[in-house]
């Protein structure tokens, strides 16, 4: 299975949340695993706004950014590149997604071309579920988000 890992998904590798078991099971499972480069500043502001809200301590919340940063050149990252930037824009109108979350399909999307086989997008974004299921990606967990 090639697992592309959306930021939402991702972080549930180095922060204990609810499915982070499932999310290290699948990814261990996977012949390869992809994120797209912004994901790098999304789980580092994820983990910061957890520190800030004090669902972790800042011991803590340093220590999952200080693996997340070890591990990070074991992911494939999928570059930003303005053809990937434009597909994103389209997409954010097409899907009404976020701007990030355009740039998370856009990435998974490309790398599905790229690679000609099927990709499997796993995120706990409800609007990002969606439009990978119609975009033509399998969506990972099988039932809707949210």
């Known amino acids: 299975m090639r697992l592309y890992l959306d930021t939402s998904a991702l972080v549930k590798c180095y922060m204990t949340e609810r499915d982070s078991p499932e999310v290290l099971d699948l990814a261990e499972r996977a012949e390869l ?12 502001a994820a983990v910061a706004k957890a520190v800030r809200l004090g669902w972790l301590s800042s011991e803590n ?5 200080g693996t997340f ?6 992911f494939l990252r999928i570059p930003l590149t303005e053809a990937l930037v434009s597909r994103a824009d389209t ?12 740039i998370q399909l ?26 990978g299921q119609t975009a033509g990606l ?5 039932k809707r988000v949210g």
């Open 61 to 65: 919340g340093r220590k999952a950014h």
């Open 138 to 142: 399998r969506v990972w967990p099988a």
């Open 33 to 44: 695993v992809a994120t797209s480069l912004v994901s790098r500043t999304e789980v580092a």
């Open 106 to 131: 856009a990435s998974a999307l490309t790398w599905q071309e790229a690679v000609g086989r099927p990709v499997t997008l796993a995120t706990f974004d409800r609007e990002l579920w969606e439009a």
């Open 69 to 74: 940063l070890s591990q990070w050149t074991d």
């Open 91 to 102: 997409l954010a109108w097409d899907y009404a997604l976020r701007a990030y979350d355009a």
